[in-house]
């Protein structure tokens, strides 16, 4: 297979916390465990470094290209301060990539505001779609099952009308990417009761669950926050700062859930000789509960996929973001959403206008 019939992914190398060996040892990995034949990557930072890097990697050497890049955005930069001096880095560069048609969808573990602000400027929102959300998959249920959550951080405040149509942007993500037809969905709240909670929250709900039997998912109300990992739903729409705080949240717990599990094992022999018996049980939990296995997130509603994993990925977490990534771009998710938003445009007028 060319390079031509490949997907090609453009990778920020420089935007993490463990800089471009994380990355590079990333893609390594990917290509070790899917092959060579399916994806191609443009690596966007400063040549010299990552070439030396590159000569420990040979695998990664015949399947990329290195662009240099010789500036980077850093964590704690500003918005403000670098959007209009962001056109020599290794983000605004990548992501450009992906708006001039040279890759299908770029991958940064940085910044995120600026990712988030870099990606809508260049990529521009599909019609039909007031805003982007920042979206992913996080452990739920029973076995495998995963929950669909957005707004994830990119929208601190939003209307009944932004909210609407993360819906529509979580139902065709959930059916595409997380193939669940017609996936329940609920409207994050401090409780079910459909007279608690913000205005906003009060007429999106009245407005869907009166028209529920035309709606392309099964929306169920609202839910509250231990309903997320119940299992009970598969799609959770809320605003970015309740959204980021679930996500942290279920990353801790997942975290303190592991701390919890080792201290004990450690304490007890009998436990420790019992765990030989659960290896198999303890190796699914944590695949289930550990954040990099679920560790890309997109901004989804782009004309364009830009995906954000952790500030702290190591090889691991890129690598599963770059599966991600891939998954995306083999995906017709954009043409859908943006019929679905299409088809859904009478109910949405009746909503109160994004201000």
Not at 27 to 45: D, H, P
Not at 143 to 166: H, I, K, P, T, Y
């Amino acid at each position: 297979m060319t390079q031509s019939t490949k997907k090609i992914i453009a990778i920020d190398a420089f935007g993490g916390d463990k800089g471009p060996a994380a990355a590079l040892g990333g893609i390594n990995q990917f290509l070790y465990q899917y092959g060579e034949e399916k994806v191609f990557f443009r690596i966007f930072g400063d040549a010299q470094i990552l070439n030396r890097i590159l000569s420990k990697y040979p695998r990664v050497m015949r399947n990329c290209v290195v662009v240099d890049a010789p500036d980077i955005i850093k964590p704690t930069d500003k918005i403000r301060d670098v959007i209009r001096h962001a056109q020599n880095t290794s983000m605004y560069m990548a992501i450009n990539d992906v708006r001039m048609g040279n890759s299908s969808v770029v991958i940064s573990a940085g910044n995120t505001g600026v990712l988030m602000s870099l990606s809508k400027l260049a990529l521009k929102t599909i019609e039909g779609i007031s805003r982007p959300a920042i979206t992913t998959m996080l452990p739920s249920g029973n076995g495998d099952s995963r929950v669909v959550g957005l707004d994830l951080g990119a929208n601190v405040q939003c209307s009944a009308e932004n909210l609407f149509d993360f819906a529509i942007l979580g139902s065709v993500y959930a059916e595409v990417i997380g193939n669940m037809k017609k996936p329940k969905l609920g409207i994050l709240n401090i409780g079910e009761e459909t007279t608690k909670g913000r205005d906003t929250l009060k007429e999106l709900n009245d407005v869907l669950m009166a028209h529920r039997d035309k709606l392309p998912y099964d929306y169920i109300g609202f839910v509250e926050g231990n309903d997320v990992t119940a299992g009970v739903v598969q799609v959770v729409v809320t605003d970015g700062f309740t959204g980021n705080v679930m996500l942290k949240t279920v990353e801790g717990t997942a975290k303190m859930v592991s701390r919890v599990l080792k201290a004990n094992l450690k304490g007890s022999l009998l436990a420790l000789v019992g765990s030989f018996f659960l290896v198999h049980v303890f190796k699914r939990l944590k695949h289930k509960l550990d954040p990099r296995s679920y560790a890309g997130a997109t901004f989804l509603g782009l004309n364009g996929f830009s995906v954000k994993t952790h500030g702290n990925s190591d090889a691991l977490a890129f690598a599963n973001s770059i599966k991600y990534a891939a998954d995306l771009s083999h995906a017709n998710l954009n043409n859908k959403i943006a019929k679905r938003a299409s088809e859904l445009s009478a109910i949405r007028s009746e909503l109160q206008p994004t201000e």
